[in-house]
């Protein structure tokens, strides 16, 4: 496979739940993204990571929880969300922090929260 | 304030017409990037362009052609001769040197629907 890759595409969990979001890149990049898309909002950086250290936390809340094993591999841990938390969840990398890369987006998960 | 403003929510227009979508940004930093990015109903962002603070060339690739000026703080985004599979949310972003390019404020895009 090529680019960056999510599993899975949908996903539909109750407050109650436990649930994990994969993101994949096979570009040789040393930074991963998570972002959240809701309807007619920007997109909302939530994570950072580079080198497998995370650098940004956009303030987000500790019901999502990001793990990211090495520079290929993302994850993002739900649970007790809210059903304000329901939108598509994109992730997306680059070749590192610090310098003006491009970057590259994964096709995402949309979540939705019952 | 929002760093990066689409005052356009959504434009129609009819194939092979051209259309030219607004970015207007907001930044204090002298050096910055500006982007734009493509979402089609399928979801992925594709990146289209990266154009940097200190180059005001317009820049155009095929029916795509961009207008950076920074007297205006705009980076416009014009499509010619439109096509059916030019659909989609298209989406300006910027990253600035102050916080090491490490974060993308994103515009909340502009919906094209190009129709037959």
């Known amino acids: 496979e090529t680019g960056v890759t999510q599993t899975p595409r949908h996903l539909v969990m109750g407050m109650t739940n436990k649930k994990s979001l994969k993101c994949e890149q096979h570009?040789?990049?040393?930074?991963m993204y998570w972002y959240k898309q809701s309807a007619k909002k920007p997109l909302e950086l939530m994570f950072v990571?580079?080198?497998?250290?995370?650098?940004e936390n956009n303030s987000v809340p500790s019901r999502f929880s990001p793990e990211c094993p090495n520079s290929s591999h993302l994850f993002l841990h739900l649970h007790t969300l809210q059903p304000e938390d329901s939108a598509l969840y994109l992730c997306?990398?680059?070749?590192?922090?610090?310098?003006?890369?491009?970057?590259?987006f994964g096709p995402g998960t949309r979540l939705t929260v019952t | 304030a929002q760093k990066v403003t689409q005052a356009q929510t959504e434009i129609s227009v009819v194939e092979k017409e051209d259309v030219t979508l607004d970015c207007v940004y907001e930044?204090?930093?002298?050096?910055?990037?500006l982007f734009w990015y493509k979402q089609p109903p399928s979801g992925e962002l594709v990146f289209l362009i990266r154009?940097?603070?200190?180059?005001?060339q317009n820049e155009i690739s095929g029916r795509y052609s961009w207008n950076f000026q920074k007297s205006t703080s705009s980076f416009n985004f014009t499509i010619t001769a439109s096509q059916v599979v030019d659909s989609a949310v298209y989406f300006c972003?910027?990253?600035?040197?102050?916080?090491?390019?490490?974060?993308?404020?994103f515009g909340s895009g502009t919906k094209l629907n190009v129709k037959p």
């Open positions: 570009l040789g990049h040393n930074a």
């Open positions: 930044t204090r930093d002298t050096t910055y990037y």
């Open positions: 990571y580079n080198f497998k250290e995370q650098t």
């Open positions: 972003a910027l990253s600035e040197a102050l916080y090491n390019f490490n974060k993308f404020y």
């Open positions: 154009r940097n603070s200190f180059d005001e």
């Open positions: 997306a990398s680059s070749q590192e922090i610090g310098k003006t890369y491009e970057q590259y």
